[in-house]
């Protein structure tokens, strides 16, 4: 089994940064994908940011490329720092995890990984709101 506990959450004004951490605990995850989605009041959980065992793959979303980084410290921790938030940007932030075959993605791979359904664990999420 794996664990991920999120943290880091809060308010904050627009133009600001979080950090958001997600502590890894259970099994080794040093070979496992990691993602972050987020979900809003009302709507469908969407995809993020997503970073490959090795670190050598990332994707982002379109609406978050250029503000926000996602990184590792392979087996334990995985980050995202979010900078320049939005009001938008408000919502329940999850991070998730899933085996990973390869360190590097190919596009299909990629397009992959933007499902929530690909992730086999999930966190409990942590509030982040932005306010105008």
């Known amino acids: 089994q794996v664990q991920l506990v999120e943290s880091g959450g809060g308010l904050v004004q627009a133009g600001g940064s979080l950090r958001l951490s997600c502590a890894v605990s259970?099994?080794?995850?040093?070979?496992?994908?990691m993602g972050w989605f987020r979900q809003a009041p009302g709507k469908e959980r969407e995809f993020v940011a997503a970073?490959?065992?090795?670190?050598?793959?990332t994707n982002y979303a379109d609406s978050v490329k250029g503000r926000f980084t996602i990184s590792r410290d392979n087996a334990k921790k995985v980050y995202l720092q979010m900078n320049s938030l939005k009001p938008e940007d408000t919502a329940v932030y999850y991070c998730?995890?899933?085996?990973?075959?390869?360190?590097?993605?190919?596009?299909?791979?990629?397009?992959?990984?933007?499902?929530?359904?690909?992730?086999?664990?999930w966190g409990q999420g942590t509030q982040v709101t932005v306010s105008s």
């Open positions: 970073i490959s065992w090795s670190g050598g793959s």
């Open positions: 998730a995890a899933d085996q990973d075959p390869s360190g590097r993605w190919s596009p299909a791979r990629l397009s992959f990984m933007e499902r929530p359904q690909s992730y086999d664990y």
């Open positions: 259970g099994r080794t995850v040093s070979t496992y994908a």
